[in-house]
């Protein structure tokens, strides 16, 4: 794989849906500070806990190797950390923060916004999340969909809070700078985004990604 060497951003970038040991080479290449598989079988993204050592096997221990739940029993969480690959969590049903904190792990709880009075509300019940990720709100889809949010009422949840929060929802090289722009998360999450097909990162939309990033 050929090396590459992009300006170095200070905005925490987690590329997500990881299904293939390359794609997560090469998005670590290109600065990726965390990488997370889905563990959630309805999504198309889905990794079985049997191949998340597959996925991260040639990824360095500074990239956070995240595993993404939504409403898992606590046997699944607890298998996925058997694995003894993830070392960061993160959520994206109705957990409460008691079941996000008790596998003594950070973790990040996502929150699908509505407006920021609601989801400021919601992420002060978590005081134990290393972050909240805001996601955009489509009922009865816990996320991933693509769609773009409000990145105005994100701005106001960022504003609001005293912990990172990371952005999600409908980002890509097109817009990714823009939001930071307009909302100053700490850090953005992308799946679809820098997609090719659902779980196949696209090597030249991970590029114009990490460098809409590294402009702001």
Not at 24 to 33: H, K, P, T, V, Y
Not at 68 to 79: A, D, E, Y
Not at 131 to 158: E, S
């Amino acid at each position: 794989m050929a090396s590459v060497v992009l300006p170095l951003s200070e905005v925490w970038t987690k590329i997500c849906g990881i299904t293939r040991s390359e794609d997560a080479q090469i998005a670590e290449e290109f600065g990726a500070c965390a990488l997370g598989v889905v563990c959630y079988e309805p999504s198309p993204r889905y990794v079985p806990t049997d191949r998340i050592g597959a996925v991260f096997a040639h990824v360095s221990n500074q990239t956070k190797r995240v595993a993404l739940f939504v409403n898992p029993s606590v046997g699944l969480v607890n298998h996925v950390l058997g694995s003894g690959v993830i070392d960061y969590l993160q959520f994206h049903g109705e957990e409460d923060e008691a079941f996000c904190a008790s596998f003594r792990v950070p973790y990040m709880k996502a929150l699908r916004v509505k407006d920021a009075a609601a989801a400021l509300e919601s992420a002060r019940a978590y005081g134990s999340a290393d972050r909240i990720l805001l996601d955009t709100y489509v009922a009865n889809v816990p996320g991933g969909t693509g769609k773009t949010m409000d990145w105005t009422q994100a701005a106001r949840v960022v504003a609001g809070l005293d912990k990172p929060v990371v952005l999600a929802g409908g980002l890509d090289g097109n817009n990714v700078g823009e939001a930071i722009r307009i909302a100053s998360p700490a850090g953005v999450d992308v799946s679809s985004g820098v997609e090719d097909l659902p779980g196949i990162k696209s090597v030249s939309k991970l590029k114009f990604f990490f460098n809409g990033v590294n402009r702001v």
